[in-house]
């Protein structure tokens, strides 16, 4: 199990307290989210459940490939010293 993010703490918990029953405006002070934050997350939950708190970005797939990626953090740990001009195309 992956560890939970910022976000998705702070939706659990958002839920958590409205379901306990703790007001919208206490919430927002407490995890110092918005109106907006707190309903999106009750609803995301009423809808699908407690996976739907989760988020789902994975990130974009690499512009290089491992090999690539290895080459330039070579090559720039030959170098004296850096300057950006040297890699402008």
Do not use: C, D, H
Not at 7 to 33: C, F, H, P, Q, Y
Not at 51 to 63: C, D, N, T, V
Not at 71 to 85: A, D, F, H, K
């Amino acid at each position: 199990m992956a560890t939970p993010t910022k976000r998705e703490l702070k939706r659990a918990l958002a839920v958590r307290m409205w379901i306990e029953g703790v007001t919208g405006s206490e919430i927002k002070k407490i995890l110092n989210v918005s109106a907006t934050f707190i309903s999106q997350s009750k609803m995301k939950f009423i809808k699908n459940g407690v996976e739907e708190l989760k988020l789902r970005y994975q990130g974009s797939k690499a512009y290089l490939s491992p090999a690539q990626r290895l080459e330039i953090v070579n090559y720039l740990n030959t170098q004296e010293y850096l300057s950006l001009q040297e890699f402008q195309i």
